[in-house]
């Protein structure tokens, strides 16, 4: 399994990696940049959270390592791995509908909130598992 020994990083198609599930202690890296965005994440076996400008993007329980996360207006997509299934808790645009596909098959439909947040779990085998998250319309 990889892990992000860095806890963050940019990698080379624009995309940011993070997280290491691995970890025993909590530990966190504040104000990494990526296109003008400031970003901080905290990780280790129980949780991993991403921040951006402040405000909570993704989190993941217990912890997991995210890979070429992608976020743009059609939604979020991301490698993720993990040593057991995930709850992952996103913030997304308020009061909109989206598709979940894991490993490009379509799990289901699901709303944001008045705040943004979309709540759904995972099931993580040996490998990395391909999550997408897609605007419906």
């Given amino acids: 399994m990889a892990v992000i020994?860095?806890?963050i990083r940019q990698e080379e198609d624009g995309s940011i990696s993070f997280g290491n599930h691995l970890m025993?202690?909590?530990k966190k890296?504040?104000?990494?940049?990526?296109h003008g965005d400031l970003y901080k994440v905290k990780t280790f076996q129980e949780i991993t959270k991403l921040e951006?400008?402040?405000k909570m993007l993704l989190e993941a329980v217990p912890g997991a390592t995210i890979l070429h996360m992608v976020q743009n207006e059609k939604g979020v997509s991301f490698s993720l791995e993990a040593s057991e299934d995930v709850q992952l808790t996103l913030e997304l645009e308020a009061e909109?509908?989206?598709k979940i596909?894991?490993?490009d098959?379509?799990?289901g439909k699901i709303k944001t909130n008045m705040a943004g947040k979309v709540n759904f779990s995972v099931e993580v085998q040996k490998q990395a598992v391909s999550v997408k998250i897609e605007k419906i319309g």
């Fill in 29 to 34: 890296v504040q104000d990494f940049e990526v």
């Fill in 101 to 103: 596909l894991v490993d």
């Fill in 96 to 98: 909109t509908e989206y």
């Fill in 5 to 7: 020994e860095e806890l």
């Fill in 52 to 54: 951006k400008n402040g």
């Fill in 105 to 107: 098959v379509n799990v």
């Fill in 24 to 26: 025993e202690e909590k």
